[in-house]
């Protein structure tokens, strides 16, 4: 479980880096913070898939059960990082990238959920 956890964090942070790149390079360019969030998100989704199929909980389950599964859990990691990025807009009225990286790591315990007890799990 450690070594697990070790590779989740890894490969989460390779992806979570994607996506915060992705992100501020387009905040840079003037883009509204959830485009950018969410073509962060959507250049990240396939680092984190295969390194997580692959590596992280090295699963046997076929891309045809996996896929569907991690986009659904995603998807949920996806609309609390979106909840919490509304959230801190709303209540400082300030779009910063600070704020994406926070709500990337809060997503991140929900993702990790889900994937190792749904998405990849092989029964």
């Given at each position: 479980?450690i070594?697990?956890?070790?590779?989740?964090?890894?490969?989460?942070?390779?992806?979570?880096?994607?996506?915060?790149?992705v992100?501020?390079?387009?905040?840079?360019?003037?883009?509204?913070?959830?485009?950018?969030?969410?073509?962060?998100?959507?250049?990240?989704?396939?680092?984190?898939?295969?390194?997580?199929?692959?590596l992280?909980?090295?699963?046997?389950?076929?891309?045809?059960?996996?896929?569907?599964?991690?986009?659904?859990?995603?998807?949920?990691?996806?609309?609390?990082?979106?909840?919490?990025?509304?959230?801190?807009?709303?209540?400082?009225?300030?779009?910063?990238?600070?704020?994406?990286?926070?709500?990337i790591?809060?997503?991140?315990?929900?993702?990790?959920?889900?994937?190792?007890?749904?998405?990849?799990?092989?029964?």
């Amino acid at each position: 479980m450690i070594r697990q956890l070790a590779t989740f964090g890894a490969v989460g942070l390779a992806a979570s880096a994607v996506h915060f790149a992705v992100a501020a390079l387009l905040l840079a360019g003037d883009v509204p913070i959830f485009v950018a969030n969410a073509a962060g998100f959507a250049v990240a989704f396939a680092v984190s898939y295969l390194g997580h199929h692959r590596l992280t909980f090295a699963s046997r389950a076929g891309h045809a059960r996996s896929m569907p599964r991690f986009l659904v859990t995603a998807g949920i990691g996806f609309a609390v990082n979106n909840g919490v990025l509304a959230a801190l807009v709303w209540l400082t009225g300030r779009e910063t990238s600070l704020f994406v990286a926070i709500a990337i790591g809060v997503a991140a315990l929900v993702t990790w959920l889900l994937a190792r007890f749904w998405a990849f799990s092989e029964g």
